[in-house]
């Protein structure tokens, strides 16, 4: 219920119907605790309306309008539109957790949003990063209220693809978004001198990102951020993380969703993991059949076309467009293309938007291109090849591994800011000229290939070392020498068989490594060459292993150790990328 008096406001532009808003209304939790929100409505009092929903800890006022349109845009669109800070955050009461409260304010906020003067009682929600966690978490929840969602660019767990990486801390995004978060809480506080202290450390999160021990990082504490040390408290796959993971719970979902991702976002796997267990496992046939995976050429922000192509442009606006076509569909019912497809995305290198009837495309062949060498493909200047023919008798690959001086991350699927995280596509020609990474480099394509799917990676490796990161990277190699990253992908050694209970590896001994690439959406033109990288680090996207075994985040870089590496590429340990390949037929416009 609205148990507090609200400022109301009327905003008229000129050319444009009125939009009424008021500010600050408040919404009380289950527990006492009011939250309290920004509601714009129509003024042409046409009502009732379908409500959109946005809940966020990154300021109400904004409604992630940096990347959105305004919600005003979207009342004048025939919505109302409610605009909340979470739990802690900004105008909201309480004490700020990340996920800790999501489900229960979310399933609380839909009920009420549905019963505000003016609405019809149908919710859709929409918002991207945490704001699609406050739709995923309470929609396990089933609240009836919540007729459609489009959760962008998030997470289906908040361990693995949002924290960690098959292991590996997600670290210029994790330190950077708790750094980000701790400031917030000192606006909230007034604390001027830990805002300047935390923005001074955002300026400068290249130098910080170096700082070991993880856990004693000067920028944040306890008080300030306790979750970030809790995160490193907590590197396994534990109950800490269970409690709030969605894709344990997708039999409780509901409500149709439009999933929409970036090709070069730090989310795209989870996102695509919260289509495909929705389509398969949602709870009922209606929320199954109303799955929609869209894919754009964007990393996490802002929203702009990273295809080099002559194609259709794609930007802010393509969003936009889409989520007033899904809930006009599922909160108006009116008859539209939007589900023509299950799935549409952007194909990078080609320029143009596709459509697919599953993820991944039925017609798509996973495809295996070999690792070879004489045995020095050591930088893009060495002898390493990538060939659709299995490896015979070949000699190994070695390489040196210092966390001291690792491997650059250049461009990647970090987040959030890209001039302060490596993000999107880039030339990888410096990080190429170094010994301590391989290099395997198709010859030129006869025609061009279309990489529809999930990638992944064999490595059969061996390392001096109790324990140590592997790391790959797929590149798109011009004519003109430059080698643009399309994927990229980490495993770390002791989390190679479970993200739940890790285990040593012998030293010197050969495993074999899955490194998950993920799904990928790129046409690789005709007199292009294809790359595949090999390090054992990809520094700061991921952190740094000291290779020494020891306690995660406790040690500093005296701890580390130099590590001798070998890549095995013959016919008992053939080393290959595995690549969603569509046939001519399927890819013909």
């Known amino acids: ?64 309008n940096l990347s959105y349109a305004h919600p005003s845009w979207y009342a004048r669109h025939g919505y109302m539109v409610v605009s909340q800070d979470v739990r802690g ?11 800790r409260h999501e489900a229960d304010d979310g399933y609380d906020t839909i009920e009420w949003a549905a019963h505000l003067p003016g609405a019809n009682g149908k919710v859709g929600m929409y918002g991207f990063s945490y704001a699609g966690a ?97 995160w490193l408290d907590h590197p396994t796959y534990d109950e800490y993380w269970r409690q709030w993971s969605v894709d344990e719970n997708y039999d409780r979902v509901a409500a149709p969703g439009l999933h929409i991702a970036g090709w070069y976002d730090v989310f795209l796997d989870g996102t695509v993991k919260n289509f495909r267990g929705l389509r398969c496992g949602a709870a009922n046939e209606a929320a199954r059949a109303n799955q929609k995976l869209l894919i754009g050429p964007w990393f996490h922000m802002p929203w702009i076309s990273l295809d080099e192509g002559e194609g259709e442009p794609a930007g802010h606006n393509e969003i936009d467009e889409w989520q007033i076509a899904w809930f006009d569909r599922f909160l108006k019912d009116e008859p539209n293309d939007v589900l023509d497809a299950p799935v549409t995305v952007y194909m990078m290198g080609e320029g143009r938007w596709r ?90 394509l006869e025609r061009d290939l279309d990489l529809v799917g999930h990638a992944t990676v064999t490595l059969y490796a061996a390392t001096s070392a109790p324990d140590t990161d592997w790391t790959a990277r797929l590149c798109d190699v011009h004519p003109d020498g430059r080698s643009i990253n399309l994927k990229a992908g980490i495993v770390r050694a002791r989390f190679r068989d479970s993200l739940t209970d890790p285990t040593p590896i012998e030293p010197n001994r050969i495993y074999r490594y899955d490194i998950d690439l993920g799904p990928v959406g790129a046409r690789v033109r005709a007199g292009h060459r294809l790359r595949l990288n090999v390090a054992s680090s990809d520094f700061p996207q991921w952190d740094r292993n000291l290779n020494d075994g020891g306690p995660l985040y406790a040690e500093d870089i005296t701890a580390a150790v130099v590590a001798t590496q070998r890549v095995f590429h013959d016919a008992e340990h053939p080393s290959c990328v595995t690549l969603p390949v569509l046939p001519a037929a399927a890819d013909a416009p």
């Open 89 to 99: 955050r900004y105008g909201s009461d309480g004490e700020w957790y990340p996920f």
């Open 134 to 230: 406050t739709q995923m978490l309470p929609a396990v929840q089933t609240p009836p209220s919540l007729a459609a969602m489009i959760p962008a660019m998030t997470g289906a767990q908040y361990y693995d693809g949002w924290t960690y990486t098959n292991g590996a801390l997600n670290l210029a995004f994790v330190a950077t978004w708790a750094t980000d978060l701790a400031a917030g809480v000192a606006r909230k506080h007034r604390d001027a001198a830990a805002i300047g202290e935390l923005a001074a450390a955002l300026g400068a999160a290249d130098g910080w990102f170096r700082w070991l021990p993880l856990n004693g990082f000067p920028p944040l504490n306890r008080e300030n951020a306790p979750y970030f040390f809790d």
């Open 355 to 444: 459509d697919f009837p599953d993820w991944p495309p039925p017609a798509a062949v996973p495809t295996a291109y070999y690792l070879h060498s004489a045995g020095r493909a050591n930088s893009s200047s060495g002898d390493g090849a990538l060939s659709l023919d299995a490896p015979g008798a070949e000699p190994i690959d070695v390489f040196t591994y210092d966390p001291f001086t690792p491997s650059p991350s250049i461009g990647g699927q970090s987040c959030c800011y890209p001039t302060i995280s490596p993000m999107g596509p880039a030339d990888q020609t410096p990080a190429e000229q170094w010994n301590s990474l391989l290099s395997y480099t198709s010859a030129p």
């Open 1 to 64: 219920m609205i148990d507090a008096e609200v400022e109301t406001a009327s905003i008229t532009l000129p050319g444009e119907p009125a939009i009424a808003v008021e500010y600050d209304v408040p919404c009380r939790m289950r527990d006492g605790t009011v939250l309290r929100a920004d509601v714009y409505r129509p003024a042409d009092g046409s009502g009732p309306w379908p409500v959109l929903l946005i809940r966020l800890p990154y300021d109400k006022t904004q409604a992630e």
